[in-house]
């Protein structure tokens, strides 16, 4: 089915048409949910509303970009916009926290790691890791992404961040350097904390 | 090679994008640093939890739900298109909205109407206190006279 075939049927509300776009494009669009979320149901969640606009704003794609693109287009804005609001309710609890003086006065920092061994566990290593890219500025963020997880060329990375194919390569290389300097950082640090934990452990 | 620059070419090295001589200097540094040879294995693990990521596959009923809630749109749609281009309720639609129409207009007639009965309720009043008072009108026929004297 061509581009414009699926979108006059998807205009039309075809049913055919829109099982096939599901059945295309839903899983995907969960998928790149998923890698900037790091959750499955706010990213099957978000990968509805995805669906939902494309049905809704149909009438209004002028084709200047390929379907694919302009679907994933809406995913990672979609994306970066429950990123952005998640930060701003977490602000706000934390305020909130704060305010009201709540028994929790422990912080991540005054966490003794919870094994002995100087091995990160996979689970922790995920968790790094995510809030490694997490950490990391949206452009490049979502260039890396779309590289590492979906394997997209950088020219249709090009297309769906609307830049181009150099600052695709150039965000790419940035995001790689950061991502490196942040998880050397981090991985250093763990093993240190380890040791000390061991270390106090063996003293008592 | 010395660890900060085995620490800034990690990614590079897992990466496979390296010169060959670069590769034998940093394999060299690996055997021999202990740190940053545990640093090199966290990466390559690191790189697996990516890979791990890529192959996870969501919810098998995930699409089902999907064609269900838009199926459901469409139907939501469908009636209201359905009910607005029945050519039996076209009258109604119209009458309803020139009845619409109509009430506004009353509305907005009495909202300006308000404003001149209260002013001319008022004149009556200076009119009638004028009058017990043997005060001239001024702003009327008076008003002439006296100019013309």
Same mark, same amino acid.
């Given at each position: 089915?061509?581009? =414009?075939? +699926?979108?006059?049927?998807?205009? /039309?509300?075809?049913?055919?048409?829109?099982?096939? %776009?599901? #059945?295309?494009?839903? !899983?995907?669009?969960?998928?790149?949910?998923?890698?900037?979320?790091?959750?499955?149901?706010?990213?099957?969640?978000?990968?509805?509303?995805?669906?939902?606009?494309?049905?809704?704003?149909?009438?209004?794609?002028?084709?200047?970009?390929?379907?694919?693109?302009?679907?994933?287009?809406?995913?990672?804005? =979609?994306? +970066?916009?429950?990123?952005?609001? /998640?930060?701003?309710?977490?602000?706000?609890?934390? %305020?909130? #926290?704060?305010?009201? !003086?709540?028994?929790?006065?422990?912080?991540?920092?005054?966490?003794?790691?919870?094994?002995?061994?100087?091995?990160?566990?996979?689970?922790?290593?995920?968790?790094?890791?995510?809030?490694?890219?997490?950490?990391?500025?949206?452009?490049?963020?979502?260039?890396?992404?779309?590289?590492?997880?979906?394997?997209?060329?950088?020219?249709?990375?090009?297309?769906?961040?609307?830049?181009?194919?150099?600052?695709?390569?150039?965000?790419?290389?940035?995001?790689?350097?950061?991502?490196?300097?942040?998880?050397?950082?981090?991985?250093?640090?763990?093993?240190?904390?380890?040791?000390?934990?061991?270390?106090?452990?063996?003293?008592? | 090679?010395?660890?900060?620059?085995?620490?800034?070419?990690?990614?590079?090295?897992?990466?496979?994008?390296?010169?060959?001589?670069?590769?034998?200097?940093?394999?060299?540094?690996?055997?021999?640093?202990?740190?940053?040879?545990?640093?090199?294995?966290?990466?390559?693990?690191?790189?697996?939890?990516?890979?791990?990521?890529?192959?996870?596959?969501?919810?098998?009923?995930?699409?089902?739900?999907?064609?269900?809630?838009?199926?459901?749109?469409?139907?939501?749609?469908?009636?209201?298109?359905?009910?607005?281009?029945?050519?039996?309720?076209?009258?109604?639609?119209?009458?309803?909205?020139?009845?619409?129409?109509?009430?506004?207009?009353?509305?907005?007639?009495?909202?300006?109407?308000?404003?001149?009965?209260?002013?001319?309720?008022?004149?009556?009043?200076?009119?009638?206190?004028?009058?017990?008072?043997?005060?001239?009108?001024?702003?009327?026929?008076?008003?002439?006279?006296?100019?013309?004297?």
């Amino acid at each position: 089915m061509t581009d =414009k075939e +699926l979108i006059s049927g998807i205009i /039309n509300r075809d049913h055919t048409t829109i099982q096939y %776009l599901v #059945s295309t494009y839903h !899983k995907k669009v969960i998928k790149t949910a998923y890698y900037f979320l790091h959750d499955m149901n706010d990213a099957e969640d978000l990968a509805q509303d995805v669906c939902i606009e494309i049905l809704e704003s149909a009438a209004h794609f002028k084709g200047n970009s390929s379907l694919n693109t302009w679907i994933y287009r809406i995913a990672v804005n =979609k994306s +970066l916009n429950f990123i952005r609001k /998640n930060k701003r309710k977490q602000l706000f609890s934390q %305020l909130e #926290s704060i305010f009201r !003086k709540t028994d929790e006065t422990t912080s991540l920092e005054n966490i003794e790691p919870a094994i002995v061994d100087t091995q990160v566990d996979d689970a922790e290593r995920r968790m790094i890791l995510e809030k490694t890219i997490s950490s990391l500025p949206e452009n490049q963020r979502t260039a890396f992404i779309l590289s590492k997880y979906d394997d997209m060329a950088y020219k249709e990375i090009a297309e769906i961040m609307n830049v181009s194919l150099a600052s695709v390569e150039q965000l790419l290389h940035r995001a790689k350097m950061n991502l490196q300097k942040k998880l050397v950082v981090h991985f250093s640090e763990y093993s240190i904390k380890n040791k000390n934990h061991e270390l106090r452990k063996f003293q008592k | 090679m010395n660890c900060a620059s085995f620490r800034s070419s990690i990614l590079a090295y897992t990466e496979q994008d390296f010169h060959s001589y670069s590769v034998r200097d940093f394999e060299f540094h690996s055997h021999e640093c202990a740190a940053c040879a545990h640093l090199l294995s966290e990466f390559r693990l690191t790189q697996e939890i990516i890979g791990k990521d890529k192959s996870i596959e969501p919810n098998p009923f995930a699409d089902t739900r999907m064609i269900q809630r838009l199926e459901n749109l469409r139907e939501r749609e469908s009636v209201w298109i359905y009910l607005f281009s029945l050519p039996r309720f076209r009258p109604l639609y119209l009458s309803f909205g020139l009845v619409l129409a109509m009430l506004l207009g009353v509305f907005l007639g009495l909202e300006e109407g308000v404003l001149p009965a209260v002013n001319s309720h008022n004149n009556t009043d200076i009119d009638l206190i004028r009058t017990e008072l043997n005060v001239p009108d001024m702003m009327g026929d008076d008003a002439i006279l006296f100019a013309n004297e």
